[in-house]
C-alpha cells in the first residue's frame, strides 16, 4: 500500500481532524503550505491540540481562548508544559517538528467537543506507534485555511535589572549528606560567593557561520561586529552565544564583511533555549574568560596566565607563567566562584628547534628517532590559538608544503592556512608536520587527526631529563610551591584586580551579578585517630601528623611477619664492602620487625651488564630450591637494567624481587632506617602484613579501579583493579585488563569483578554481602557512563551465583581538583589543615552526596584534599560511616607508613601499573596476578624424586587452556608441530593393548624389545612406561601445568628402575640408581596466566644405572680402576 510510512500516516490524521468528522468535532487550524512544519513531530503536535480532554484534568485542559502570544522556540511554550513525543498529555512543538519560522497555532472557537470513540483515553506508554494504529484508515481532506501568526518584540537595549521574566518551577533542592562525627575546626576555602537578582532567566542561541571561519578569534570579531542586531550585553564562547533579552525570531541572520577578505560574510544566530541564571554555569565561565580577557590574562589549557609577571630561570632557559584557574557553578550554598593560583612552565624553544638540535647532533646517525623521543607525549602550546596539544606522532613523510581539503572542499597548503587564517609566515617549508590524536567525540569511535607546524609550536613543561635535574626542579619549585598564605594572597590579590577595573565590574552588573570580597569561612570536622594494629595484637593510635614508622621500628613489630631463611644478594665486585654492611645491619634490625633473617647466599658479579644479573638470577634459581626473594644491588639507577630484573624475576620465574640503589644504602647514619625500610618491604612481598586494622563492617570487600593511558604506546590503555580478601585490609586480589585506544571505561570490568568474587569465596568461604567499589580517575563528565556502563557490568558479575545479590556502593575518588581547604590559626594565618579533615557541606555539589577529605601529612607546599562523590550507595550507610571508612582505607598502604592521598586499594593500582610500564613488550600481555607462586592442589604430591603427575586433578586449568589453544590456534601450531604424530601415537599405544588415553588414563608400559646381546642379564632390571604428565616441576622449582588438550598433547617416553636404591644384581659396593634427564614440553603457569603458553625444561626418569661407591675385591683387575678413591 503506498504512502505507508509513519509521516505519511500521521499526515493523513492530522488532515482527517482539519476536515472534521461531520459530528461537530474541533477542526485544527493550519498555516500556510510555504511555512508550516515538515517534521512528524509537529503534526503529531497540531493534531494533539485538538484531542478532546478528561472531565477534570485541570492542569492540561485547554480552553478554546488560549492563545500563543510569541513564536515557539525549543525548550519553550507559554502555556503548555514541556513534554515528550511519548508522553501524550500535553505537547509541545519540538525537535525536528520545527524546521522552519512556525507561526502561532490560534484554534477556533467551537462547540463544546463529542468525545471521539475511536479515542482511548491518553496515558503514559500511547506513543504515536497507538496513535498510527487507529487512524490507518483514509480521510476526507479539506482545504487549509491560512493564520497570520502574532508576534511579540522585545526592547533588546534593556538591562537584566528591569527586565521582568515569566516564573520557572522551583528547582530541585540540593542533595544534603553531612556527617556529625569529630572535632569541629574553622576552615577557609578558595571559593566567593557570586550574587545574582532573584528568579532571573537567560537565552541561548547558537552561531554559525556562511562561509565558515574556523578562528576562534576571528568568530569573536564577526559576532562583536553584530552588536547593532544582539545588543550591547552578550557572551560568546565561539559557538554559543547568551543574551539577557530573547530576540524576535527563532533564527536571525547577520549580513557583514569580513573583516580580512572583504567579502560578503553572514552571520546565522538561531534560538535554542531559556533557563535559570544561576544554573548556566557554561554562561558564568563564558562571562569570566571574558574578564579574563580584560585583565589582559593569557589563555592556555584553561587556565590564565600574567605574562607580564613571568619569572624567568635563564641558567635552564626556563620562564614560569603565574596565573589563574577559576570556575563557577551552583553548589550546595548556591553560586560560587572557585579560583586557585596557577603556574605554567614555559622553555625558550620550540618543537622545531628540538628536531633541528637532533639532527645538528648526529646528521648521519638516527636522529630522526631521538627527535621522536623527545617529542612524542610531550605538550606545545600554539600560541597562535593559545591551545595546548599532546605529540602523538611525527609525519616525516608530509611538510608544510602538503595540501589538505578544508571544511569547504578546498584543497590549501599549511603555508596558505596559516596565512588566511592567523596571518603567519612560516620561515621553514620543509619542517615535518606534528601529529595530535584527539579522542573520539561521546558517542562516538572517531577520533579527530591534527596536524601542528613545529615552528608555531612552543615546548611547555619539563622532560624527563629536566625532571632527574635536582638543582632545576628545586628552582622551579621555588616558584610554583605555594603556602596557603601565598595562595591567599594571590586568591585576594585576583579579587582586587576585578573590583578596580570598570570594565570587569560592568561585565558583572549588566548580568546582574555582584561578586563578594572575601573567601569563604566555613566549619569543617577533624576525624578521631585510627587505631592501627601491630604484631603481638599491639594497639597503635595514629598521632596528628598521621606518620608511625617510628612506632613500627622501634618496639612495634610486624602484624604477620614472614621470617627471611632462604634468600640471597646478588652484587658487583666493587660494592663488596657497602653490600657487607647492609647484610650485618638486616641481620640485626630484622627480629626487631619480627623477622627472623638467615645468612644470605651472596653472589658477587664481576661486572655490570645487565646480562651478568639475568644469568645470576637464573643461576641461583636453579641452585638454591626453595628461595624466598632475590635481593639485587645496582651500582647506578638505569631503567633498562631494573626492568630487565623485574621481567625475569615477575614474568618469567614467578620469583619476589627487591631492587636496591647502591646510594640508598651508601650512608652510614642513615642505614639502619633504610634496612628497616627494605625489610618491611620485603615482608610484603613475601606475603607478610606490617599492620592492620578492626573494621566493624562484616562480609565487606573493598575494592579499587582506575584505567592508565600510556601516550608513548599510541594511548593503549590498562585497567587495574584490587580487591581485599580480609577483614583487616592487609591482603588484596589484583587483576588487569587491557584496552583499545582511550577507552576509559572498561568492559573487562565484569571478568575483574567474578574473579576477585572467586578468590574472596576461595580464601573466606562466603562470598561478600557488601562491596564498597572505589573508581579513581573519572572526571565530572564521565560519571553518567559511570553508572550505566561499570556499575551495569559489575552487578551482573553478581549473576555468576544463583540468588546472589550484594549490596553495591560505589564512590568516585577525584584528585586531579582545585579545591584548596585551609586551616585558620587564629593569628589570621592559614596553615594545612590536619590528616582527617572533612568538609561535607557549601562548597560541595549540588546534585551529588559528595564530601572532601584530607588524607595526608603536608609540610611542603599546599595540601590538596581528595573528592569523593557517592553516586550509588545500596549499603546505605550513615555518612559518618562511610567518610571514616574512607579515610581508614587511606591508612593501609604498605609501601608508606603514614597516610596517603587516596585509598589503599587505589593507590595499590599504581604499584601495578607501574609494573605494566616497565615491561616493555610484555606491556602488551598483562599484569601478573597476586597469587602464590607454588600450587599446593595439585593431585599428587611432586617432590624432588617425583617430579611429575599423571593425573588432571581438580586443579588442572582446562578451561584456561583451551580458551588460549583457541585464541592462538595457528601459533600452536607452529610451537608444537603436526598433529599427527600424535594421533599415530595414539593409534600405536592403543594397539599395544595400553590403556586407552581417551577415557583419562593416560600412562602405558611399552614392550619394546631389547637389544639382541649374545649372553647375561641385565644388573637393574627397568621398566618403560610411556606418560602424558599434566603437572610437572620444572627445573627452575616451579610446579606448572603441561600442555594435555587435545590434539595438542604431549607425551614422554622413560625408562624406570623396578628395584630402586636396592642391589638386585650390582656387585658389592654398588646399587641400582635411578637416572633423569631432561625433556622440553610446553607448559602453562596457573600462577602467571599472562605469560600464555611457554617452552620449558622438565627431569624425567631417563634410565636405571648401576653406581659403585667403593672399589669391590672381586671386580677390580688393576691398580687404576678406582684411582680416585685411593
Known sequence: MANRGRGSLIERMAQMTVNGNGNGDTALPSTDASLRPKGRGQILAQFMATIPREKGDAQISRTSETQISSPIGRGETATMRPMGRGEL????????????????????????????????????????????KQFDTPSPVSSVVPVVPVVQSENISSTMSDHSFASDPTPAEPVIKRGTK?????????????????????????????????????????????????????????????????????????????????????????????QNLTSCNHLFNVLFKRIMNILALKLMARKYYDPKEAKKIPQYKLQIWPGYVTSVAEYEGGLLLMCDAAHKVLRDSTAHEVIKDCHDRDPRGDWMKEAAKQLIGSVVLTRYNNRTYRIDDIDWGRDVKAKFTNHMGQELTFLAYYKKQYQIEIEDDEQPLLIHQEKPARGTTESKRISLVPELAHMTGVSDKMISDFQLMKSVSAHTRLTPNQRQFAFKRFLENVH?????????????????????????????????????????????????????????????????????????????????????????????????????????????????????????????????????????????????????????????SQVINLRTISRDDKLQSVTQKILLQMNCKLGGELWGVNCPIKNLMIVGMDVYHDASRRGQSVLGFVSSLNPSFTKWFSKTVFQSTHQELGDGLRTCMMAALKKFFDVNRILPEKIVVYRDGVSDGQLRFVVDHEILQIENSFKMTENYKPKLSVVIVQKRINTRIFANTGRGELANPMPGTILDHTVTRFQYYDFFLVSQHVTQGTVTPTHYIVIKDENDFPVDIMQKLTYILTH????????????????????????CLINGDEFNACGRQSRSRHLTDVPCGITNDVTFCATAGAQYPWQA????????????????????????????????????????????????????????????????????????????????????VYPFEQFVYFEKCEHDSSRTFCPDGCRCEQQHGLQRLLAFDPTNECRGIFSEWFRFPMCCVCRCYFPPATTATSNDTFEKYD
Not at 619 to 642: F, H, K, M, S, W
Not at 983 to 1001: A, I
Open 89 to 132: 498529555g500535553a505537547i509541545r512543538p519540538i525537535g525536528r517538528g520545527i524546521t522552519t519560522p512556525a507561526p502561532a497555532l490560534i484554534p477556533a472557537p467551537t462547540p463544546t467537543p463529542t468525545p471521539t470513540p475511536a479515542l482511548a483515553p491518553f496515558a503514559r506508554g500511547f506513543g504515536r506507534a497507538n496513535l498510527l
Open 182 to 274: 569529630g572535632k569541629p575546626v574553622p576552615i577557609s576555602t578558595n571559593y566567593v560567593r557570586l550574587k545574582c537578582v532573584k528568579d532571573a532567566f537567560i537565552y541561548e542561541y547558537h552561531v554559525t557561520f556562511i562561509p565558515q571561519v574556523d578562528s576562534k578569534k576571528l568568530r569573536m570579531r564577526l559576532v562583536h561586529e553584530s552588536k547593532h542586531v544582539i545588543g550591547p550585553t552578550f557572551q560568546f564562547d565561539g559557538a554559543k552565544l547568551y543574551l539577557p533579552l530573547r530576540m524576535e525570531k527563532i533564527m536571525t541572520t547577520v549580513d557583514i564583511i569580513h573583516p580580512y577578505e572583504k567579502t560578503p560574510q553572514q552571520v546565522n544566530i538561531k534560538y535554542v533555549t531559556k
Open 500 to 656: 578596580k577595573t570598570a570594565e570587569a565590574t560592568k561585565q558583572l552588573s549588566d548580568w546582574g551579578l555582584e561578586l563578594e570580597t572575601n573567601m569563604l569561612q566555613l566549619q569543617g570536622r577533624v576525624l578521631e585517630p585510627t587505631k592501627l594494629i601491630f604484631g603481638n595484637g599491639k594497639i597503635h593510635v595514629v598521632d596528628e601528623r598521621a606518620d608511625w614508622n617510628n612506632a613500627l621500628c622501634r618496639g612495634g613489630k610486624a602484624f604477620v611477619a614472614i621470617d627471611l631463611k632462604n634468600w640471597g644478594i646478588i652484587f658487583c665486585n666493587n660494592d663488596s664492602v657497602k653490600t657487607g654492611n647492609f647484610k650485618e645491619k638486616a641481620l640485626r634490625v630484622g627480629p626487631a620487625l619480627g623477622m627472623e633473617v638467615a645468612e644470605p647466599i651472596m653472589i658477587k658479579l664481576k661486572d655490570q651488564r645487565n646480562e651478568t644479573f639475568v644469568n645470576a638470577i637464573d643461576n641461583l634459581v636453579r641452585e638454591r630450591q626453595g628461595l624466598q626473594i632475590i635481593v639485587t644491588i645496582c651500582p647506578t639507577a638505569r631503567d633498562d637494567r631494573y626492568s630487565a630484573i623485574k621481567k625475569r624475576c615477575y614474568l618469567e620465574l614467578g620469583m619476589a
Open 892 to 915: 593501609m598502604y604498605f609501601n608508606w607508613p603514614g597516610t596517603v592521598r587516596v585509598p589503599a586499594p587505589c593507590q595499590n593500582i599504581y604499584f601495578v601499573f607501574e609494573f
Open 961 to 1044: 587452556l583451551i580458551q588460549f589453544v583457541t585464541d592462538n590456534r595457528s601459533l600452536m601450531k607452529r610451537m608444537y608441530g603436526e598433529t599427527r604424530q600424535s594421533v599415530v601415537l595414539r593409534r600405536e599405544m592403543g594397539s599395544k593393548g595400553g590403556r586407552s588415553l581417551d577415557d583419562k588414563k593416560n600412562k602405558t608400559v611399552v614392550d619394546i624389545p631389547d637389544l639382541p646381546v649374545d649372553e647375561g642379564i641385565n644388573a637393574c632390571p627397568s621398566r618403560t612406561e610411556v606418560v602424558s604428565p599434566y603437572w610437572a616441576n620444572s627445573t627452575r622449582g616451579d610446579i606448572v601445568a603441561i600442555l594435555n
